[in-house]
């Protein structure tokens, strides 16, 4: 079972409001990754969370803010966003992080900062 | 710097033609490894294949097909008798190691791919 499932599928939010994503996988893996897509763009590389820990942060701006709170579940808490933060924001896992993985998407967060 | 090229932005073919989007590379690794992944309307990006720079043999699953030429840098993705269901954005992606060891992966810039039917 290839899933990694993200909530919610859609998010409206204001300038001033904070809110959280959502990732979850039980494939096992060991490493996750959080993706931002703006519209005809390829997917660009937030963070990687390999064993729980962070260990690349692609010089992502502190109104993101990335959790790991086990190896299945993988939050991304927002604040203070501004409009062009709007993008489907993808998160990935893999096996272990390293080099010979596949990384399997989630469905992706529509996200809308108005 | 890895690099993936999709000079192809848009293509658009009639329902059951053949179709081939292109993907060249660069990279100074040894040991890397390509990818294919689809992503439809919906949003999600769905796994294709996965090739180490290893194993030159072309591949076939179903209508789909992919040849990997390493002494062209390329990893072109061949879809026989194409259905309205393969309309989407198909990416090339290309893993080079971080850093820190983690694999990251360098996307090509997408073929929007329409199927009219």
């Known amino acids: 079972d290839t899933e990694v499932t993200q909530t919610p599928k859609h998010l409206v939010m204001g300038m001033t409001n904070k809110k959280s994503l959502k990732c979850e996988q039980h494939?096992?893996?060991?490493?996750m990754y959080w993706y931002k897509q703006k519209a005809k763009k390829p997917p660009e590389l937030m963070f990687v969370?390999?064993?729980?820990?962070?260990?690349i942060n692609e010089s992502v701006p502190s109104r993101f803010s990335p959790e790991c709170p086990n190896s299945s579940l993988l939050n991304l808490h927002l604040h203070a966003l501004q409009p062009e933060d709007s993008a489907l924001y993808l998160c990935?896992?893999?096996?272990?992080?390293?080099?010979?993985?596949?990384?399997?998407f989630g469905p992706g967060t529509r996200l809308t900062v108005l | 710097a890895q690099k993936v090229t999709q000079a192809q932005t848009e293509i658009s073919v009639v329902e059951k033609e053949d179709v081939t989007l292109d993907c060249v590379y660069e990279?100074?690794?040894?040991?890397?490894?390509l990818f294919w992944y689809k992503q439809p309307p919906s949003g999600e990006l769905v796994f294709l294949i996965r090739?180490?720079?290893?194993?030159?043999q072309n591949e076939i699953s179903g209508r789909y097909s992919w040849n990997f030429q390493k002494s062209t840098s390329s990893f072109n993705f061949t879809i026989t008798a194409s259905q309205v269901v393969d309309s989407a954005v198909y990416f090339c992606?290309?893993?080079?190691?971080?850093?820190?060891?983690?694999?990251?992966?360098?996307f090509g810039t997408g073929t929007r791919l329409t199927i009219i039917p």
């Open positions: 969370y390999s064993y729980e820990k962070l260990s």
């Open positions: 494939m096992g893996h060991r490493a």
């Open positions: 992606a290309l893993s080079e190691p971080s850093n820190f060891g983690n694999e990251k992966l360098t």
């Open positions: 990935a896992s893999s096996t272990v992080g390293g080099v010979t993985d596949t990384q399997y």
């Open positions: 090739r180490n720079s290893f194993d030159e």
């Open positions: 990279t100074r690794d040894t040991t890397y490894y």
